[in-house]
């Protein structure tokens, strides 16, 4: 391996993190179908969803703990088998209890083994550049909306959602496995016996739990809950806001896509701005715009409100989510970044719970989304308020215990 091999690194976690968040946020797109073909309630089969965060929660957590002793490989390869299986299940789902559990405990369990250690693994490759890899990587789930999502409705319009979640089950096998044999820890992270990653030479020293007791973590931990808190419910009753507001079928799809290419961008520039502006002002500014955008949907009548909405919108959600794990390894270094990213993405998988639930609800209750949307705002902008008490980062301040 040479070290434009980082850059194969990059590429496989990009793909990783497109067919695991994109088959797992493809709900959104089967949601209508199911309830009418099933006469399962919207809140009943959004709970699901629910389940993926709590689950992806716990399970990033675990995995990033694993990747810390044994590396990235054993983990994402476990993911792989299991998300295709959980989609294969969930496709055959006789009942709302069934299906909850195989799509919302396995698929939640299977996606959080992509990104935390994938992530985890592409800080410890880069020195330099390293927002703009990370955002890369996560990249891949910007452009899950631009495949995954028109895929599932196409397949969905062709034959049915089982033919389809079926479908989009066996793809993530063909793409996803061969994709591990790619995945390698860097040379001057591998240990000689057991394959786990060697202490970086930038690691504070700190253990697990002086690390998660931090100031640093806990702002951290806080800001990245109220993030996804925020936007979760928005992005997942997307479709289903749209077309209730009038627009058709295939062209609230489009929305949903619209989001997934404005973050792609989002994510290349925040990275790039990052990297030379600092971290804490990007992301601060990013959470503040999500929240004013959020807002801003309540106005939104008509196909062309909506796109130029979603644009914002896609590009500040995509843009700031993957500072999270760079101010991660900046603040505590890289010997325990999976276990500390892992339980950063719990708190952040606990916020994307709420959501999609809470949409259902308010859509059951009321028949409008409009107080999801105000909510979510307000959480917004108090993500923006919490982002502003970031200490110092250990390049100008040594890490201070509580």
């Not at 957590?61 to 990235?72: N, P, Q, T």
């Not at 698929?107 to 955002?135: H, Y």
């Not at 701005?273 to 009548?301: E, W």
């Not at 892992?342 to 308010?362: H, Q, R, V, Y």
Request: proline share 5%.
């Amino acid at each position: 391996m040479n070290h434009s091999y980082r850059w194969v690194i990059v590429a496989a976690g990009a793909l990783m993190t497109c067919v695991a968040l994109g088959a797992m946020f493809s709900l959104a797109i089967f949601l209508e179908p199911m309830s009418l073909d099933s006469q399962w309630s919207r809140a009943g089969i959004s709970s699901a969803m629910t389940l993926n965060f709590l689950v992806m929660g716990v399970g990033g957590f675990a995995w990033g703990s694993i990747y810390d002793r044994v590396g990235a490989r054993p983990v994402v390869l476990a993911g792989a088998v299991l998300l295709g299986l959980a989609l294969v299940v969930a496709s055959r789902a006789n009942s709302l209890l069934v299906f909850q559990l195989s799509y919302g405990v396995i698929v939640g369990l299977a996606a959080s083994a992509f990104f935390a250690p994938m992530i985890a693994l592409t800080t410890a490759w880069f020195d330099t550049n390293r927002s703009l890899a990370v955002s890369l990587v996560s990249a891949g789930m910007g452009v899950a909306p631009m495949t995954i999502s028109p895929f599932a409705r196409w397949l969905i319009s062709a034959y049915d959602w089982r033919t389809a979640m079926f479908d989009i089950g066996v793809m993530a096998w063909v793409l996803l496995l061969p994709a591990v044999l790619l995945v390698r820890q860097p040379p001057a992270a591998t240990a000689a016996s057991d394959g786990a990653p060697r202490p970086a030479n930038d690691d504070p020293g700190m253990s697990v739990g002086l690390a998660l007791r931090s100031p640093q973590f806990l702002i951290l931990g806080l800001t990245f809950f109220a993030c996804c808190a925020a936007h979760s419910g928005p992005i997942f009753h997307m479709v289903s806001y749209a077309m209730a507001c009038g627009v058709a079928p295939m062209a609230a799809v489009s929305i949903y896509s619209v989001e997934g290419l404005a973050g792609l961008g989002g994510r290349l520039l925040y990275g790039v701005l990052a990297d030379r502006l600092g971290v804490k002002p990007v992301l601060v500014t990013g959470l503040a715009i999500q929240g004013l955008v959020i807002a801003a949907y309540l106005g939104a009548g008509r196909l062309e409100h909506f796109y130029i909405l979603a644009v914002i919108f896609g590009a500040t959600y995509g843009g700031v989510m993957p500072l999270y794990a760079v101010l991660a390894r900046e603040y505590f270094g890289g010997r325990i970044i999976g276990t500390v990213l892992g339980a950063a993405t719990m708190l952040s998988s606990l916020g994307m719970s709420f959501g999609p639930l809470a949409g259902g609800m308010i859509y059951d209750a009321y028949a409008s989304y409009s107080w999801l949307f105000i909510g979510s705002a307000l959480v917004g902008l108090g993500a923006a308020g919490i982002a502003i008490a970031f200490p110092p980062q250990p390049s100008r301040q040594r890490l201070q215990m509580a």
